[in-house]
């Protein structure tokens, strides 16, 4: 996935940096209201045909054919894939009341919507929501959901509500701040036996170092860069525990040794599942993992 940020240093197209260019250097600092305006200015000019998405997507290996949801141009179907497959179907099934946050343009959605009951859709920018509804449009089981980029807070009728909640490739793009308070929501909103999966950028990672030192400062296009350590001690003062992660540690801990997986997503990020902390620590995940693709 290459970042709106290197695209717009490198190779924008003059409509994409000037539609973009207000939230690039928007005067307000609060982390949120900035994505919420990048992310409006990135889904009203995405398109299939549009030259950027298509620079973007070639990167990656990507046909223009292949470019359904927004998204697409930012890595390959495959590793996509993988990433769902592991970290998202094993933890659903028919009876699953599931939540994305930051849905985006429902890419991830429309894969899983058919595999559990109730799908909600998260978003702080309005023109995600919209392009995520208008893909989801013939599942019945889905609803849809405006944030308030400033809260950070869910409505209380969602307190306990998830079996399953995941933001994947949405915390790379908030600081510290914005993600503790989401780590909190998480909490809440799960059910005692539910699960949570959650991406952020890892420092540590020799990809993710890699993308960091190509970055002079940090933007919302770009990545907020932490290490597994930081999300570990968010996680615990949320009131959460790790029960997998991509890194190469166990749940207690270990070594870190780093294996090169060959997708993008585990190879450059941090990839965890996590539990509330007061569940059993021997409990069984609930359900059989899904054969959706294979």
Known sequence: MNSVENHLEK???ASLLQSLSSSLIHTDPTNPNQ??????????????????VKTMASRV???????????????SLDDLNQVITQYILPYVCERSVVGDIGCGGGRIAAKIANSVRLLHNFDISQGMLDACR?????????????????????????????????????FQHCDLHVIFSYFKEIRKMLKQDGRAFVSTANLLSKEGFGRFSKQSKFTVGGFYFITPEIVMKLLVEAGLRIVKRSDGKD????????????????????????????????????TKPSTFFR
């Open 134 to 170: 208008s893909k989801l449009k013939n599942f019945a089981n889905t609803e849809f959901h405006l944030l308030d980029p400033q809260q950070q807070r869910f409505e209380d009728k969602f307190s306990g509500c998830f079996d399953f909640l995941y933001a994947f490739d949405v």
């Open 35 to 52: 994505n919420k305006i990048l992310w409006d200015a990135y889904a009203a000019d995405w398109g299939p045909d549009v030259p950027w």
């Open 251 to 286: 749940y207690n801990g270990g070594v870190w040794e780093e294996e090169i997986s060959g997708n993008s997503y585990i190879d450059r990020d941090f990839l965890i599942i996590v539990e509330r902390n007061d569940v059993c620590a021997f409990r069984q995940t609930p």
């Open 61 to 75: 290996n990507v046909a223009p054919n292949e470019l359904e949801f927004i998204g697409d141009e930012w890595s």
């Open 11 to 13: 190779n924008a197209s």
